[in-house]
């Protein structure tokens, strides 16, 4: 074989290797947090202006992604269909680099997600990694010939295999939340120091004030009211009560997930900012994470008001964090017999917290001791 055709053979297969591996880390961490996946998911939407994907659950999109990444990967990396894979690898890289174009100029979303939360990019460093893997998909639908193949029958059963595990894999990540934590909040993580800071000092100079709005709709037009605003006439549909904190924690920044969104726990009477208070205190607290009543899961209320009475019984604090509204917490109430008392916090950080809603974390001298889903809180008297 020629020197230059024997160069050029190997460039395309460092292409083919650089593509596959990429596009299958990337399936795998969607694939791992598929919860995840679906809050980007929506984040895009809602910087396209739309409220949500027509009642499509935003997490199917997700594993759908996730999927299409895996069996593109494992195809490329197998050569399998050779031409007809690297002109869908063609089609695939150019839809996403138009993306990261839009993202890179708009800046619409903090970051891709392409890597979950495992691997955070910058949008121009998204743009700049599509670039370069349109290029190298470019170059094996050029020279698709000289990608060496597996045999047919080996390279079906290796596609086949990786296509229904990566379907598996992300179902049982849905349920049972990510097999690999990559979020700020896993298992082990100081809660205390990573939210306040080092010393209690810090943390005691860095209480939150609070500025509420309330927000209606009338067709099109959003109107936002301050809470002690005369209510707008009839015509004016209620949509939710918003508090925003005004000011941010002396938190340690080095950990780029907590700054996406404040760490706040308000009491639900005075307002007040009890991040400090809740953090700090010695021994298990309970978290139960509701982001969003109106859509949580009520078939785990049994085993969450079980846990609350073993709460009760062993002096164990016991809070509900919640970005829900009023309204929407005595639905709740009625719905599920909660007799726990409901603290506001962040949305987006609660749906980081645990890839659930509801889920309960235990925070045993500050750290996240164990965390679950809604299908796994465990009766804890038994």
Known sequence: MPKSKLRLKIAVNICRALLALTLLLS???KANDPVGTGIKIDEYIAALGF??????PSVVVGIALAFVELALGAHIAVARH???TSMVAVGFMGVMTLVSVWIAIDNPVSDCGCFADAIVLTNMQTLLKNIVLLAAAVCIF????????????????????SMIASLLFAVRCLYMGPLIDFSPYKVGTNLTQAVLGATADDAAGSRLQFETKIIY?????????DADADDPDSTWE???????????FNANQSNHHLDSGNFYIADPISDEDITADVLQQQGDVFLLILPDMENADQGSAGNINAAYDYALAHDIPFYCLTASDTAAQQRWTDYTGAEYEY??????????????NPGLILLTDGVIANKWTCTQIPLFEE
Request: charged share 25%; proline share 3%.
């Open 82 to 84: 050779r031409r007809f």
């Open 142 to 161: 050029r020279w698709y010939r000289l990608q060496p193949q597996m045999s047919a029958g080996w390279s079906w059963l290796v596609v086949l295999i």
């Open 238 to 248: 209620y949509v939710e009560t918003r508090s925003t904190p005004v000011g941010t």
């Open 51 to 56: 409220d949500d994907a027509g009642g499509f």
């Open 217 to 225: 709709r009338r067709g099109d037009e959003t109107l936002e009211l």
């Open 27 to 29: 399936g795998f961490l």
């Open 343 to 356: 603290y506001r916090s962040d949305r987006q950080v609660l749906q980081t917290m645990v890839r659930s």
